[in-house]
């Protein structure tokens, strides 16, 4: 059987793992320092901890692939950008290490097949996905709940779906 391990964009991201069973986790992450002169906090990636748990789907050991959502990249946010594109760079250096293919689905893509048409905004959109995710996944819905969508499951759902 394959898994599915599916990642939401940045570092306040969703996991999910599709398999013979499914699980769900908020992306493993610390805030510390940043790096700039000016004081402020950055929120990176705990490389060691998201290691750990993709670790027994790495190096051949299971039929697997990694769906990574495309990170929101727009000159318009610097900052956020930013942020986006190193979650990235830590959770690819994560992945490659353990050797599992991946690729990435653009956040419409996946919403096309699973929400309901007509979604106008960020609010609604994340509204539908956290319905459509307590209904789909009904033994998750108190992580779903918490974290405020079901993104990351729902894209493992579509890898499933389109049998990648």
């Known amino acids: 059987m394959k898994t599915y391990l599916s990642f939401d964009n940045g570092t306040s991201a969703q996991c999910a793992i ?6 769900i986790y908020n992306m493993p992450t610390f805030t510390q320092q940043s790096y700039t002169a000016k004081k402020q906090q950055i929120t990176r990636i ?10 027994p789907y790495g190096d051949g050991r299971c039929d697997v692939l990694a769906v990574l959502e495309n990170p929101f990249i727009n000159g318009k946010m610097f900052k956020t950008s930013i942020a986006a594109a190193r979650a990235l760079e830590a959770l690819l250096i994560v992945i490659e290490s353990l050797g599992i293919p991946y ?32 209904r789909l996944f009904p033994t998750h819905k108190e992580e779903i709940i918490k974290h405020k969508d079901a993104d990351g499951a729902l894209i493992a759902l579509w890898a499933k779906r389109n049998s990648l």
């Open 46 to 55: 705990d490389t060691q901890a998201l290691t750990a748990i993709l670790a």
């Open 103 to 134: 690729m990435y689905i653009s956040a419409k893509k996946w919403q096309h097949e699973l929400l309901p048409a007509g979604i106008k905004g960020r609010a609604e959109q994340k509204k539908a996905s956290l319905d459509v995710g307590c």
């Open 18 to 23: 599709l398999g013979e069973s499914t699980e």
